[in-house]
């Protein structure tokens, strides 16, 4: 499969802009465009597929310029398949005649349907069934297997697992990635779920407001956020003010260790692992917080307290067995280094 490039991309709807001069190169392999809702991840992907012109900028497939300097493909020259979020199956149609569907009636044939079918990880059986008769995770298999038949040069995801439950979803991804790359596929997964595009892309690109914040490898973006924007969507990180001077830096959560040395004030990007929430009197760290909320996971739990006089929300991440009261005080420490940004660069 080839390389995808997208250069200086721009979209409007009436008056709204929503792709900001978007730049992206999608080498083979997985890359995942990661951005909360409305922040113009499909209208990406819909001038990518062709279902829809930019305003200006060009992308290209490999050598070929599929939209802007001077020429547009039409979508179904495009080579490129799209996965989208549910529904994509024709429902008065088997399987096997979803997979075929794309395919040039001379290969229509029972090996390639098995093939694909195989490569999705669905038992041969599956063939015969509707999609009625499918879970939704084996439906969005099948519109896998059948936007990867004809063998196309890009695939595009959009959010294609949002509809299905959480086992699910995690068990569907790992299926969908391996064979994606059982393909050796160049593959565009939009979603805005980080723990999503962490764990199947190589590549991720964080969008916010039409433009690419960061683009990097799943762990170079957690470890190394390029902004306290990308921290606090990528991780979710507290952004706490401090005074550096050198390898730490004071803040409302006391003295805590730097990651790098800095001067000044400084912006720390704080990870709720990093949060160590003890009972007050319990070794008494140096802040203390009010808990305002418990999410109880069963493996683990955040807890957010207030800090300080502004009331400062900094979340944790505790076991299951160490989980404080509403409305209890407790005690906070950070552990680790911490990430600082300078005071006042741009989020
Ligand atoms: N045809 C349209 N006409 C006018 N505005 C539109 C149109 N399509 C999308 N928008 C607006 O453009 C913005 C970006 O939409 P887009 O669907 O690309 O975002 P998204 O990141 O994919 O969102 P989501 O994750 O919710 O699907 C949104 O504010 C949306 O309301």
């Known amino acids: 499969m080839s390389e995808l490039k997208v250069t200086g991309l721009t979209k409007s709807y009436g008056a709204t802009r929503v792709l900001n001069g978007v730049d992206l190169t999608v080498p083979v392999g997985i890359t995942s465009v990661l951005g909360s809702s409305g922040c113009g991840k499909t209208t990406l992907l819909r001038i990518i597929a062709g279902f829809l012109d930019p305003d200006a900028g060009s992308v290209r497939l490999g050598t070929r310029a599929l939209v802007g300097e001077g020429r547009t493909v039409p979508a179904h020259e495009r080579h490129i398949g799209y996965v989208p979020q549910e529904g994509a199956l024709f429902p008065h149609l088997d399987v096997r005649a979803n997979i075929a569907f794309g395919l040039p009636r001379r290969e229509r044939k029972n090996s390639k349907v098995g093939e694909m079918l195989e490569l999705v990880e669905l038992p041969s059986s599956a063939a015969r069934r509707f999609p009625h008769e499918l879970s939704g995770g084996q439906q969005q298999r099948v519109a896998l297997a059948r936007a990867l038949a004809s063998d196309p040069a890009v695939v595009l995801l959009d959010e294609p697992f949002s509809s299905l439950d959480a086992s699910l979803r995690e068990d569907t991804g790992r299926a969908v990635a391996r064979a994606l790359r059982a393909r050796n596929a160049t593959a565009l997964l939009v979603t805005h779920d980080q723990g999503e595009a962490l764990s199947l892309a190589d590549q991720v690109a964080v969008m916010a407001a039409g433009r690419f914040l960061q683009v990097a490898s799943p762990d170079e973006l957690y470890l190394s956020p390029a902004t306290p924007g990308v921290a606090a969507f990528v991780g979710n990180a507290v952004l706490i003010q401090a005074d550096a001077t050198g390898d730490t830096a004071t803040s409302s959560l006391g003295v805590v260790r730097l990651r790098t040395p800095a001067t000044g004030p400084v912006l720390l990007a704080i990870r709720p692992e990093q949060v160590q929430v003890r009972p007050i009197g319990d070794a008494t760290g140096p802040a203390v917080g009010r808990v305002v909320e418990v999410s109880y996971f069963g493996h683990d739990a955040t807890v957010r307290t207030s800090v300080g006089d502004h009331g400062a929300v900094v979340t944790a991440r505790v076991t299951a067995d160490g989980v404080p009261v509403v409305g209890s005080r ?18």
């Open 330 to 347: 407790v005690s906070l420490t950070v552990s680790g280094a911490v990430i600082a940004f300078p005071a006042g660069q741009a989020t």
